[in-house]
C-alpha cells in the first residue's frame, strides 16, 4: 500500500541552528511531494513542491528539499532556525493513480532559544 | 493565499444530533476535499469532490456526507454525530486555471466538539 513515513514525531533545535525534517514513501514511480507546514491553531500552509525536474526546490521562508529517488525520501531543510519556525510540518504524497494526497503524521518542531 | 472559507469555524454539539459544515472557495477550483485532523494520523481524507454533484468517498467516511451543489461549495454532514467524530475539520481545494489538480489550499479549519 502507499504510505508516507515522517519518522520523527518531535525534534528540537536551538535557534539558529540547521534543522532536517525527514520524510519517507513506499510507491514504485515517483510521485509528486509536498511540504506544509501548520502553526498551533492554524491551517496547513504550502512550503514547497516537487513534481519534476531539478530535484532540489526552493520554498518560502528559507526551506528547501530534495528529492532522492533511490531512497525514496524528500527530506526537508534549513540551514538556520527562527523562534517563529516552531510549528509542525506535514509531508504529503501525490500518487498519480487518484488524486488524493497521502499524509505523513507529522513532525513537530520545538525551537529552543 | 487561496480564498476558502469555512463555517462555523467552532462548535460543539450533541451525541446523535445532524452537523453540517461549510467550505466556500472563490477560486472556481474544481476539486475540494474534506479532511479531519486527529493527533499523531496527520490528516485523513473523508470525501472528496471533483466537479458539480460528484463526489467519492476517502479513507474514512463512515458517518459523513457530502454534497456539492455549486462550484463554489462543498458541504460535509455528519449524520449522527459521535463522540469519535470530535476533531479539526479542513476543507482543501485545487484544480485552478494555471495549477492544475495537483496542489491543495487549506481552509483555516473547523473545531467540532461532539458531547
Known amino acids: 500500500a502507499q504510505s508516507v513515513t515522517q519518522p520523527d514525531i518531535h525534534i528540537t533545535v536551538s535557534e539558529g541552528a540547521s534543522l532536517e525534517l525527514r520524510c519517507n514513501y513506499s510507491y514504485g514511480a515517483t510521485p509528486y511531494l509536498f511540504w506544509y507546514v501548520q502553526s498551533p491553531g492554524q491551517g496547513l500552509q504550502l512550503l514547497l513542491k516537487y513534481f519534476s525536474g531539478d530535484t532540489l526546490v526552493q520554498g518560502i521562508k528559507g526551506f528547501e528539499a530534495e528529492f532522492k529517488r533511490s531512497q525514496s525520501s524528500f527530506n526537508l531543510r534549513k540551514p538556520s532556525v527562527h523562534w517563529s519556525d516552531a510549528a509542525e510540518y506535514f509531508c504529503?504524497?501525490?500518487?498519480?493513480?487518484?488524486?488524493?494526497?497521502?499524509w505523513g503524521a507529522g513532525t513537530k518542531l520545538i525551537i529552543k532559544p | 493565499d487561496a480564498g476558502i472559507t469555512q463555517s462555523p469555524r467552532h462548535k460543539v454539539t450533541e451525541t446523535g444530533t445532524p452537523v453540517t459544515l461549510r467550505c466556500h472557495q472563490t477560486e472556481n477550483h474544481r476539486y475540494m476535499y474534506w479532511y479531519r485532523q486527529d493527533p499523531g494520523h496527520g490528516l485523513r481524507l473523508i470525501h472528496y469532490?471533483?466537479?458539480?454533484?460528484?463526489?467519492d468517498k476517502g479513507e474514512v467516511s463512515d458517518g459523513y456526507s457530502v454534497s456539492r451543489s455549486k462550484t463554489e461549495d462543498f458541504l460535509l454532514t455528519l449524520e449522527s454525530a459521535t463522540s469519535s467524530q470530535t476533531s479539526v475539520y479542513f476543507c482543501a481545494i485545487s484544480g485552478g486555471l494555471a495549477g492544475g489538480t495537483d496542489t491543495q489550499y487549506f481552509g483555516p479549519g473547523t473545531r467540532l466538539t461532539v458531547l
Open positions: 504529503a504524497v501525490l500518487f498519480d493513480s487518484n488524486y488524493q494526497l497521502i
Open positions: 469532490s471533483y466537479g458539480v454533484k460528484d463526489t
